[in-house]
């Protein structure tokens, strides 16, 4: 049984790595990884996929969530985290199990012994994740307004009318259309898991983008691309490096 660990702190990797080879004597660590970067690389690679997955949610460079926007993982995966919201986004994304820290041996155990007994509840024919999907499926209803601060009062202003999402210094903006921008006090991952997807896209930490707002695409550096809207941003919207392709395929869908 090949197991793949995620986690970005080592000590915390080598504590769930050692329960793990303790309780299951089958196990074999392909490796202990510590970033969505890094993770991406390795699930690339069609040799390298594990037939379990433990992973950290929040990793040095974001929520481990946009590793499955990068490639596809059809193996379980047993979410370990300190944080408990993240549980309705984690059973969309073959999770089988949610485990908060501090690890303790009973939940890993408790983890084998759901999966041995997913294996035994479904034939080969019928795979687990098509089951799990069906069980959650995708939200259809988005967020149309948001509530931002104005004049030390909070109004609603509606999303289509917002260009994009800007954190700096652990603030949400929103750039709204008309160069007005209204501080927003929530997360940018709350923000971004309310909006329609189709008309949203985080092309890095910082930035969540209204597909409206594109006016132009161009080649950036370090294989990156930058947006060009008619709007006046803070700094360049440039897409991450690992995101290009997705976000190029997001473009041009309906």
């Given at each position: ?72 993982v059809r193996c379980p995966v047993v979410f370990c985290t300190a944080y408990d919201q993240y549980t309705l986004q984690a059973f969309k994304s073959n999770g089988i199990e949610y485990i908060l820290k501090p690890i303790k041996e009973e939940d890993i155990r408790a983890a084998f012994e759901k999966i041995a007994k ?137």
């Amino acid at each position: 049984m090949k197991i793949l660990i995620i986690e970005d702190e080592p000590q915390i990797a080598e504590v769930l790595k050692d329960i793990i080879v303790k309780i299951n004597t089958e196990a074999e660590i392909v490796a202990l990884l510590g970033s969505i970067e890094k993770s991406v690389q390795f699930l690339s690679v069609a040799k390298n996929a594990p037939d379990i997955i433990f992973m950290d949610i929040q990793l040095a460079d974001g929520l481990s969530f946009e590793i499955f926007s990068h490639v596809e993982v059809r193996c379980p995966v047993v979410f370990c985290t300190a944080y408990d919201q993240y549980t309705l986004q984690a059973f969309k994304s073959n999770g089988i199990e949610y485990i908060l820290k501090p690890i303790k041996e009973e939940d890993i155990r408790a983890a084998f012994e759901k999966i041995a007994k997913l294996k035994q509840s479904f034939s080969l024919e019928n795979d687990i994740l098509s089951v799990i999907r069906k069980a959650f499926p995708e939200k259809k209803e988005y967020r149309t307004s948001i509530l931002v601060q104005y004049k030390g009062s909070y109004i609603p202003i509606a999303v289509d009318s917002i260009a994009f999402f800007f954190l700096n210094n652990e603030i949400v903006y929103g750039y709204c259309f008309d160069n007005k921008k209204y501080s927003v006090f929530k997360s940018m991952e709350e923000i971004e898991s309310t909006l329609d997807p189709n008309q949203f896209y985080r092309i890095n930490r910082q930035i969540l983008l209204n597909r409206t707002a594109i006016k132009e695409i161009q080649s950036y550096i370090n294989r990156k691309v930058l947006v060009k809207t008619d709007l006046s941003a803070p700094e360049p919207l440039v897409v991450s490096r690992l995101k290009v392709s997705t976000f190029l395929r997001w473009i041009e869908q309906p």
